[in-house]
């Protein structure tokens, strides 16, 4: 039988910056200055400023946001693993930027069981759920403005079934068992691994970076030309 959408719950995963003016903004151009300073050792015409040039042309950054998040979450699950030993069925969704307040940096959406979902409220409710009645309180950390919608009493969210909670809620929840810099965390921890280099590649179209550079190349090599050189009739 399949798993219909009925048995899983949708999140937000706490504590992402999104890619507006943060980290995960910079990343990209960092990304894109140690491509073009690779791409410039070979010593040709073409210098650091025009691969920057030709990356900025030919990446699609909002591919590259997309594997960045996707890399996000499957850290994030091996967080709560590591740290916490709760092994939860986590999976990247969407990146998501809230409709209501357009302003509002995008959000990772993933999906997960809603039993997985009882598991961490039951975690929780071990340790008389200390741990979420301060993610509620510190929920404007983790909701934005969405944060008024929700009650700020520990009872009030009890008082609906976890199975049925939505994006915000099970966010919070999420949010009870990760350090609060978990964003940083995982950036140091992808950065380490290769992934932003690796999700910056394929964010690239690279066929059309080497035809543009190919392109400039013989623009570079047809200025340098001396007019004595060229051919007489």
Same mark, same amino acid.
């Given at each position: 039988?399949?798993?219909?959408?009925?048995?899983?719950?949708?999140?937000?995963?706490?504590?992402?910056?999104?890619?507006?003016?943060?980290?995960?903004?910079?990343?990209?151009?960092?990304?894109? +200055?140690?491509?073009?300073?690779?791409?410039?050792?070979?010593?040709?015409?073409?210098?650091?400023?025009?691969?920057?040039?030709?990356?900025?042309?030919?990446?699609?950054?909002? $591919?590259?946001?997309?594997?960045?998040?996707?890399?996000?979450?499957?850290?994030?699950?091996?967080?709560?693993?590591?740290?916490?030993?709760?092994?939860?069925?986590?999976?990247?969704?969407?990146?998501?930027?809230?409709?209501?307040?357009?302003?509002?940096?995008?959000?990772?959406?993933?999906?997960?069981?809603?039993?997985?979902?009882?598991?961490?409220?039951?975690?929780?409710?071990?340790?008389?759920?200390?741990?979420? +009645?301060?993610?509620?309180?510190?929920?404007?950390?983790?909701?934005?403005?969405?944060?008024?919608?929700?009650?700020? +009493?520990?009872?009030?969210?009890?008082?609906?079934?976890?199975?049925?909670?939505?994006?915000?809620?099970?966010?919070?929840?999420?949010?009870?068992?990760? $350090?609060?810099?978990?964003?940083?965390?995982?950036?140091?921890?992808?950065?380490? &691994?290769? &992934?932003?280099?690796? $999700?910056?590649?394929?964010?690239?179209?690279?066929?059309?970076? +080497?035809?543009?550079?190919?392109?400039?190349?013989?623009?570079?090599?047809?200025?340098?030309?001396?007019?004595?050189?060229?051919?007489?009739?």
């Amino acid at each position: 039988m399949t798993r219909s959408t009925i048995n899983e719950l949708e999140t937000y995963l706490p504590r992402f910056g999104g890619s507006f003016q943060t980290s995960w903004e910079e990343a990209i151009s960092v990304q894109k +200055e140690l491509w073009a300073q690779r791409y410039s050792a070979d010593g040709g015409p073409l210098k650091t400023a025009d691969f920057r040039r030709i990356a900025t042309l030919t990446c699609d950054e909002k $591919a590259f946001s997309v594997a960045v998040a996707r890399s996000f979450c499957r850290h994030f699950e091996r967080h709560l693993y590591v740290t916490r030993g709760l092994a939860i069925g986590l999976k990247f969704t969407r990146l998501e930027r809230p409709a209501d307040y357009p302003a509002e940096n995008e959000r990772i959406v993933a999906s997960l069981p809603a039993e997985d979902v009882r598991t961490l409220f039951e975690a929780s409710a071990l340790r008389k759920h200390v741990s979420i +009645e301060r993610a509620i309180g510190n929920r404007i950390l983790t909701l934005g403005r969405r944060a008024t919608d929700y009650g700020g +009493e520990l009872r009030e969210w009890l008082q609906h079934p976890v199975e049925r909670w939505d994006k915000n809620r099970v966010c919070v929840l999420l949010d009870a068992f990760v $350090a609060p810099h978990i964003d940083l965390l995982l950036f140091a921890e992808m950065t380490k &691994e290769g &992934e932003l280099g690796e $999700a910056f590649s394929s964010a690239v179209d690279w066929a059309a970076f +080497e035809a543009e550079a190919a392109q400039r190349r013989e623009a570079q090599a047809y200025l340098n030309t001396p007019l004595g050189d060229s051919e007489e009739a």
